[in-house]
């Protein structure tokens, strides 16, 4: 009799099992979700809105992994090649570049089924890369901390009134840029970096850190651990969320960034593919530039007017080879670390 | 021949074997070249990464750095633990011992990070240390972002590691020693000088060993208070992944310094059997 109850209950068991697994079959089979690789403070502060309504519009859920940087992202899509747990990945279009050098990483973009691909201004493209903004590199500041409430130029960082109160970027955030802006200020070029990374060494004094994570930088400039933190427009709105007021200024030479999607191959090219569509629409790019403080790259969109405020001037604005970049980079970062550490 | 305690040694094996395969296969991608701009590598067998890491000034620069931080941080521990294993080992004071003894599993107990951040807040340009010395009229001092502030971070972590391991040696020194002395006419700290710490040099180069390993490795403490200017093995090994993407040779340089740790340890594993034998009676 014990032996019949036990048998029940378990042919019970194996009949609700079996049942819910047809039912739930066709829906699993049916279900539409992508996964984003992308950077925390760009989801919650930009993209989590927008892509709810892209679920309810399309139908296709949205979930995330988080990537600390591009980089690191880099090195994560890398590790998941060929089988990744992500469709679309937020990216520095340098790193994308690196990325495409690498035939089993990202989809091509499949430009035909794009509608708003054609509205990307010139520069926001690759074969396998869509910008979704774009930003200036420059100097954030605590209008408060700083002598004269003012800062114009790379110059002043170098002098007696900011010692130990700059945040500046390590060589592994944004691509080495720091060194860049260095090395054109000190006559040098991308070509020849040693002058840049010698005048590094004279901001030694006033660097109170070299920040590897922008959270932890801009905490440090909220709480006025420091009052200058050398960035992109973006952190201008993150602190102003927070209360903090600060100001921009981005001089010359001004690198101008793009950061944006590319595909991953895995399966879910066309569902990324409407995602995608989504970031560089019109409707987005609005969001993007009037509530993330971004540059849109649609063509159609105005930037908006604090972001306007932060671009450079006219003949301001620099760009580098990407390549040129990912093929120097990790000299660069040893010939850093060496001139500037302890 | 009873085969049931090989079968149950199987999970074991199965453990250990993969940690030793990823290992091999580490070891293997380091003899390898990297295919540019891929994460994919190829062959023929080559010690070109060996010598490239080698020839690199930021390598060697930083392997002496890590051996000599971590030399540092554990003699500061050891310094700073060994008052605190005595006190839980031997103080007659039941409040004094669960004080110290909560202080040290609060430590263990919370995160690295938010450990890193309240260092933080206490280090800080604007630290509560900071605003104390301006509040006195003296000048501000640099504790974060540098060498002081990763080597009081990596102490604060290695503080309940050591004071545990050596708390467990100074019990199992018997007590009746100490009696025996002090009824002979020495003073507490004579004591204590020749009987209780000759016994617990053991203990003592075990925990320490246990430190220094901890140190060797440290990456979160480098990382969030450091400041981009203290360069540890760990901290460099990741910046060059994402840097280079080279991965043969970042492996080359993880083996390299993993064999400048084994030889430390190796060192101290000696250490630790010569003084069991000249100060302890260990016959092993």
Redesign the interface.
Known sequence: MRKNIGLRIASGLFAVLAGTALLAGPAAAQEKKITLLIWSSTWNGLIKPLAEQFTKDTGIAVDIEVEASSMEGLVKVQAMRGKPTADVWFTAQGVAERAASDPGLLAPMPVDKLSNWKDIIPGGTSPTFAAAYYYPFGIVYRPDLVPGGKITSWEELWGPGFENKLALPAPSFFSGRMILVSALLAGGSIDNVDPGIEKLKKVKKNAAFWFTSDPQARKALAQGEVSVMVTSSSTVKTLADQGVTVKMVSPKPAPIIFEGVTILKGGKEDLAAQFVNYVISQQWQKTITEVWNMGPVNKNVPPAGKFADVLPKDGDAVTFNETTINERLAGWTEKFNQAIGQ | MPLRPYLLLLPAIAAFSLFAAAFVTFMVVSFQTAT?????THGPATFANYSAVIA???AR?TAL?TLRLAGLMTLLTALLGYPLAYVLARSTSRLLRRLVLFGLIVTFLSGGVTRAYAW?IIL???GLLNQMLVALGLPTV?L????TGVVIGVVHFLLPFFVLTLLAALKNIPLSLEESARNLGASRWRVFWHVVLPLSIPGLVSAASLSFAGALSAFLFP??LG?????MASN?IF????????LPRVAAMAALFLVLALAALALLGSLERRTAKLWAGATR
């Not at chain 2, 974060?144 to 060498?147: G, V």
């Not at chain 2, 400041?227 to 360069?231: E, F, L, M, S, T």
């Not at chain 2, 910046?239 to 080279?246: K, M, R, S, W, Y």
Request: glycine fraction near 12%.
């Open positions: 540019p701009g891929t994460v994919l690199s000034p930021l620069s750095a933080l800080g340009n604007r640099r974060a972002y540098n060498e990382e969030l400041g981009g200017r203290v360069h460099v910046e060059t992944i994402l840097t280079d993407f080279n």
